[in-house]
């Protein structure tokens, strides 16, 4: 079945760790993006990927690092979490001319 | 720069009252996207519209662009418990294609 996910789905750590969160989908999608959004806030575009070995940094200054070596897995690297990097991080991907389809999301919390 | 104007930020209505939602666009827009949220959890793509003045219906959800495609407008007619949630309009930056979203309308549904 196509689909978009994301692991883990829930994070405790504590600040200084090292974390990946993991992105990936099976709808053959070219494009890939990262967001991070508060709650009931606005989504913040913090790294995108046009294919593979293309990454690109958003809008959002970020702390994080993406790679793309594969067209299906998009993975998010924090080299040292920091309480401010609490939030919700969400994966999404599209295809051509289609709208952006989302993963479920991570909510990261650093103490 | 760039930028994409959502109003309101919150909505309360009665169950059965109609729910409007505003988007402008600072710059004109090759194409306007549709999203919703339900509380938590992630942005789920309801539709695109391209064409100038384009009107789209999906039940009771109605969609329009404008004919200058610099706004665009959400209306759900006869509100349910189901359409609670946040709705987000998003347009392609003109430098990197990318989506510059709005900052949410909240539709919240009296008791």
């Known amino acids: 079945e196509a689909d978009i996910y994301q692991t883990p789905r829930y994070l405790v750590i504590g600040t200084g760790k090292k974390i990946t969160l993991e992105c990936s989908q099976t709808?053959?999608?070219?494009?890939m993006y990262w967001y991070q959004q508060d709650p009931g806030m606005e989504l913040h575009l913090i790294h995108y990927?046009?294919?593979?070995?293309?990454?690109e940094k958003g809008d959002l200054s970020s702390e994080s690092t993406v790679s793309r070596i594969r067209t299906e897995h998009f993975p998010l690297t924090l080299e040292s979490a920091r309480p401010s990097h609490t939030s919700q991080y969400l994966c999404?991907?599209?295809?051509?001319?289609?709208?952006?389809?989302f993963g479920p999301g991570t909510r990261l919390t650093v103490l | 720069g760039q930028q994409v104007m959502q109003i309101p930020q919150y909505q309360h209505v009665q169950e059965g009252e109609d729910f409007t939602t505003y988007c402008n666009s600072s710059?004109?827009?090759?194409?306007i996207q549709w999203y919703k949220q339900r509380p938590g959890g992630h942005p789920v793509f309801l539709i695109q519209?391209?064409?100038s003045g384009e009107v789209k219906k999906q039940k009771r959800l109605t969609f329009q662009f404008g004919e200058a495609k610099k706004n665009s407008s959400l209306h759900i007619t006869a509100t349910q418990t189901t359409d609670v949630g946040t709705y987000f309009c998003?347009?392609?930056?003109?430098?990197?294609?990318?989506?510059?979203w709005g900052a949410g309308t909240k539709l919240i549904i009296k008791p």
């Open positions: 709808m053959g999608h070219d494009k």
């Open positions: 519209l391209v064409k």
């Open positions: 999404a991907s599209s295809g051509r001319d289609r709208g952006q389809f």
């Open positions: 710059t004109t827009l090759s194409n």
């Open positions: 990927s046009y294919g593979v070995n293309s990454t």
């Open positions: 998003a347009g392609p930056r003109d430098s990197n294609y990318q989506l510059i």
